[in-house]
């Protein structure tokens, strides 16, 4: 359960990602730098399965992950989908994840959709490119956004959610406009709304991604983005890539 968007400029791009879980789940450890295989990888930590849904390393490349609750669940013995990001967040370009993902024994995971972004990712410069799993064939196909994902009642998720990204972005696709659309949550649809809430389940946080031909940032901001996400909070909560803060995962 997630909502993901993005916003291209001359100069690079920008991620929005709202993550939802079960209210049960463990809460997420804040982004940590990570030296995995040589490469400097900022990413917060999903602490039941070890890996994140959300990374960027020092080269500029960014992957996140959305479940697919209606693919197919493989048997046998299963690995999680964050360990499988954190393995692809190696990589310098996305032709370089593709090669890797083609090699991967994907029966070893749940259905998913993996977004990649590449570090030469602008306005005018390439797709962002979905990695799709859903649990008897796999796929590799340029998207757009947002993209969603949900167990309960999909269909109208999906309607419901690009109508609002449709009625906030129609003027002006802007990172005020998408925060609204992130920020959103209407009382009467809760489990509809993007920053959503169920009795079994709710968006436990937000993370938003900058990457530049001069920066590389990643702002983490936990709890319901509709009560937590401000100005204030995105610059408290903002980490960078610095070679001084490395952590051997």
């Known amino acids: 359960m997630c909502s993901v968007s993005w916003l291209t400029t001359e100069d690079g791009y920008q991620v929005l990602f709202n993550r939802d879980e079960q209210r049960s789940r463990a809460v997420a450890l804040p982004p940590q730098q990570l030296d995995v295989e040589g490469t400097s990888v900022l990413m917060p930590i999903d602490p039941v399965g070890m890996g994140s ?42 032709s370089d994840v593709s090669t890797a993902f083609k090699k991967v024994d994907l029966n070893s995971y749940t259905p998913f959709t993996l977004l990649a972004f590449d570090p030469k990712l602008t306005r005018n410069n390439m797709d962002v490119i979905a990695f799709a799993w859903d649990g008897q064939t796999s796929s590799i196909f340029p998207t757009d956004s947002p993209l969603f994902s949900s167990k309960v009642d999909p269909v109208n998720v999906q309607v419901y959610r690009q109508r609002i990204y449709q009625e906030l972005t129609a003027k002006e696709k802007s990172i005020s406009t998408l925060i609204q659309f992130h920020t959103h949550h209407h009382p009467e649809f809760p489990h509809m709304s993007t920053c959503m809430s169920r009795e079994d389940a709710k968006t436990v946080s937000f993370t938003y991604l900058t990457v530049t031909s001069a920066r590389k940032s990643m702002a983490y901001v936990p709890g319901s983005p509709c009560q937590n996400l401000t100005q204030e909070s995105l610059t408290n909560n903002s980490y960078q890539i610095s070679p001084s803060e490395i952590f051997v995962s």
Request: charged share 10%; hydrophobic share 40%; with cysteine.
């Open 53 to 94: 849904w959300i990374s960027m390393n020092e080269h500029g490349l960014s992957l996140c992950i959305l479940n697919n609750y209606q693919g197919l669940v493989p048997n046998g013995t299963l690995i999680s989908r964050g360990q499988l990001l954190k393995d692809l967040s190696v990589f310098n370009s996305v």
